[in-house]
Structures are given as structure tokens and as C-alpha cells.
């Protein structure tokens, strides 16, 4: 029964996501995370993506694998419209800005691009939340990605 509710996510993850367009995605249930299938690059290094998704909020995260560090090349957030997903904010490091990835890192990161978005939408609406309430808002919507998704 698992095996079939993680291949359904799997797939429902490959079709909904534009990010995934044409890629495999596999789940890996120990990290509760979706992994696309890799490239090696001529250095040796590989490359992939790991996305968490929960029913508001995608949070896709490009990685790459050298010989000695995990490193994360990039984040991408994505909201669902009702229909698919729409990307909202994105961030790169890469040349001598590279970051050693960590959970805590990237998870405080998107945190931080949800914010940064909110407070976006919140001038173009005209209306007033205060930084402590979107902060909090902005950690559920990122937390409420790690949570397992239960059939």
C-alpha cells in the first residue's frame, strides 16, 4: 500500500510540477523528499534536484554532489493557483558565493524568500501584517513541506 501511494506522488509530482517536465522523479521516504535523476558534469560532480511540496508551497532546491560536499546551487519556491504551480521566488549561489548545503540552512533560506515575497504582495495590496506574524506564517507555509504527505 505505501508503494503505491509513494509511485501516485511520484508521478502526481512529475505532471504537476513545471520544474519536473520530462525529468524521473523518484521518493526517497527516509528525507521525505523528491529527487530527479542526476547528471555528472565533466569535473566529475553531480547534479540534481530535490523538491518538498506540501498543498500551498513548492520548495525546490538544485543541488550538486562533489567529491567531498553537497552543495546547494539554488532554491526555488513555487505556489499552487488551483491548477499548477507558479514560480515565486528563486535564489542562486554559485562561483565563489557556493554554500555547503545544509537542511537548516536551506530550510531558514526559503523561509526568508517567502518573507521577502509576502512583504511584496503586501505593499502591492496596500494592507499591513506585521514582520513577526509573516515571519510565522512564512516558517508554517516552509515546515508545513517536511511534514510527510499522508494519503
Known sequence: ???????????????????????????????????????TSAAGNMFYRAIRLSN????????????????LNGIKLFCWDGQKANLIAQKYWGG????????????????LMLKEFLQGQQKLLGAYVSDHDLNCFARNLVEETQHKLLA
Not at 64 to 71: K, P, R
Request: one cysteine or more.
Open 1 to 39: 500500500m505505501e508503494d503505491m501511494k509513494n509511485n501516485s506522488l511520484v508521478k502526481l509530482a512529475a505532471k504537476a510540477l513545471p520544474a519536473l517536465c520530462g525529468e524521473q522523479v523518484t521518493y526517497n521516504a527516509a528525507k521525505n523528499v523528491y529527487l530527479t535523476l542526476g547528471f
Open 96 to 111: 565563489s558565493n557556493w554554500q555547503v548545503f545544509s537542511e537548516n540552512f536551506a530550510k531558514e533560506q526559503s523561509i
Open 56 to 71: 500551498r508551497l513548492v520548495v525546490y532546491y538544485e543541488l550538486g554532489q562533489g567529491y567531498i560536499h553537497t552543495f
